[in-house]
């Protein structure tokens, strides 16, 4: 007949291999380092780089809306719109330059309000107008177009600042709408990806950033940023992979070496906190020659009180540990001793079973009666002379709640 040891083993062995097989191949978690993708766009025209940055969903942004901009408008009323929005953006860079990073987003973020309001109906097919009524020029949109990039880019400034990351993207991706070849925009973006390790879209930002400039020196601190950083990340996520491996492998170890013994489990909705007390095998985890160990709550019903053993080996006895748990610091009578009391075990049905303290924990478990629930032995531990009178009692109390 085989051994406790051998059967955990191969239990484990069998439990494994149906885990591979329902899930797959376990993929690589860990990734090549992610240098600037300079080749990607080798032999490509600049309008063929445009057309293909076009397709990143980075750089895809609707125009902002905001029902304040009439409002914002009445507030230099005499002036145009690209007046309005110069106004706001000069007023904006005075506050970044003594960096008031947030003074500055709110002028700047007037400004585009202003200017998207423009944008925005010319892309309904509207006539934009000047306060005269004149039709705005060709040379006058191309100029509101410039100086909304502009801003877009200033407020993306103050994002990254701010360590607003996601905002600080968003704005370079208007920017990028509006001028594919904003370098500035390249970089701040790349930066504030970056930052939350969205490590592939910042290496495709720098990417395109250094196809237009190969020669920046704030892309290539960024991209030299995005290779250390990927390493860290990769090294992370490889020793993560392997950790959350290991802990798989050894809960399928433990629960192979339970059903070994053929002891019964039971987890309840709503388990006690044991911080990190929990069935385990020792001394390793890794070896299925080692011992099951129980947590276990000590119950002395007739005085209301409990002890907790965190480790109670299945070779361990009760004399094992009572020795050093008596005696108990609030029994005056001197009650509790190993000699002057007896050890019970609820079993599934209901009834109680006498636990010698000389009986290994792991024959009164592998008896198939007793169930361990949320991982917890409980054992009731009762002086001699009270015992008949409480084991009634229990008996009567379970004959009730079945009624």
Known sequence: MASFEELTEQMANAMLARQSSSTGAT?????????????RHEGMTVD???????????FMTELEDNDD???????????????????FKERGNECFKVRGFVDAREFYTKGILVLAAEERKRAKGEVTRNPEGEEDSEEEIKSQRKMLEAMY??????HLELSNYR?????????????????????RSARALLAVDRIEEADDVCARGLELDPENKALRGVA????????????????????????????????AAIQARGIPTRSTEKPPDMEDA??????????PRSELSFPTLLLYPVHFETDFIKGFN???????????????????????TSTNVECYVETMEGGLLKMGRKVPLLKVLSTGKVEVVDEVVRIYVLPKKEAEGWIKKFKEQKAAMKR
């Open 27 to 39: 993929k690589d978690s860990t990734r090549p380092d992610l240098p600037p993708a300079f080749a």
């Open 48 to 58: 063929e780089v445009f057309r293909d940055l076009n397709k990143s969903p980075l």
């Open 69 to 87: 901009v009439a409002a914002l408008q009445a507030l230099a009323y005499e002036g145009t719109a690209l007046e309005n929005a110069a106004g």
């Open 153 to 158: 880019g200033n407020r993306a400034a103050c």
């Open 167 to 187: 905002s600080c993207w968003v704005d370079c991706a208007a920017a990028l709408r509006l001028n594919p070849a904003n370098v500035k925009a390249c970089y």
């Open 224 to 255: 030299d940023d995005i290779i250390k950083r990927a390493k860290l990340v990769d090294a992370k996520r490889k020793k993560d992979a392997e950790r959350a491996a290991t802990e798989k492998r050894r809960e399928i170890l433990l629960q």
């Open 278 to 287: 929990g069935i385990a095998l020792v001394p390793n985890p890794d070896d």
């Open 314 to 336: 299945e070779t361990h006895t009760l004399d094992d540990h009572l020795g050093y748990v008596f005696p108990l610091p609030w029994d005056s009578e001197g009650v509790y």
